[in-house]
């Protein structure tokens, strides 16, 4: 059965604290993994998306990389602004279908 | 890149009202369009999706429909709304397996 799995489900740091975010996947033949962020009463914003193995992508202070089984999402240096719920997503085996993950809780303190 | 439109963007609906939630896409022609419901700090439950116009899957079985009359319009209904009808709905656009993109959501409150 397809699953995407995200941890922690809450994090806090202080301004400048890098940390990393997990996204476990279990899908047969990958065709790809996205990155969501999700502000408060707002939909969620494509951030990137990643479909190899090792493969990565960065954007300000954020980077994401793919391995056959997880995705991290590294966040270098925080500041408050990127306090946020970040989602992943992988498209379904054979349908056109998403299954995302329940989140991650960024807060950053200043 | 696409421009998902949705409306209203608050709505506080009686129990046994109806409903109807509209979403518009823009950027792109024949996406894969999906209607998703997330709860207050939980994940999004996928409701419907349409690989095109007049074709509707459903996911949960529920007291909400869905409906394309058009390639980039797509909407959903209920004929009488319930309490756990409350949430916060998201339209989504894109095509198989690639990126998709957001709709601003519709926050319904039922009371």
């Known amino acids: 059965e397809d699953q995407v799995t995200q941890s922690p489900e809450a994090l806090r740091l202080q301004e400048g604290e890098s940390s990393s975010l997990n996204c476990s996947y279990t899908?047969?033949?990958?065709?790809?993994l996205f990155w969501y962020r999700q502000d408060p009463g707002k939909g969620p914003e494509f951030l990137f998306t990643?479909?190899?193995a090792g493969e990565e992508k960065e954007k300000e202070r954020l980077k994401a990389t793919l391995t056959k089984k997880e995705s991290f999402l590294h966040i270098t240096a925080p500041k408050p602004e990127d306090s946020a719920t970040y989602l992943c997503?992988?498209?379904?085996?054979?349908?056109?279908?998403?299954?995302f993950g329940t989140g991650t809780r960024l807060k950053v303190l200043a | 890149s696409q421009t998902i439109h949705q409306w209203p963007a608050t709505l506080v609906q009686p129990v046994g009202s109806p409903l109807s939630l509209e979403c518009t896409v823009e950027?792109?022609?024949?996406?894969?369009l999906y209607w998703y419901r997330q709860a207050a700090g939980r994940g999004l439950q996928l409701l419907f999706y349409?690989?095109?116009?007049?074709?509707i899957s459903s996911e949960v079985p529920q007291n909400l429909s869905a409906s394309r009359p058009q390639d980039r319009q797509f909407i959903l209904s209920s004929k009488k709304l319930l309490l756990s009808d409350s949430g916060f709905y998201l339209c989504?656009?894109?095509?198989?397996?690639?990126?998709?993109?957001f709709g601003p959501g519709t926050r319904l409150t039922v009371l």
């Open positions: 349409s690989v095109g116009i007049g074709q």
């Open positions: 989504a656009s894109g095509t198989s397996g690639d990126t998709q993109y």
């Open positions: 899908v047969s033949g990958l065709r790809g």
């Open positions: 990643l479909y190899s």
């Open positions: 950027g792109t022609s024949n996406p894969n």
């Open positions: 997503a992988v498209p379904t085996s054979g349908t056109y279908k998403y299954i």
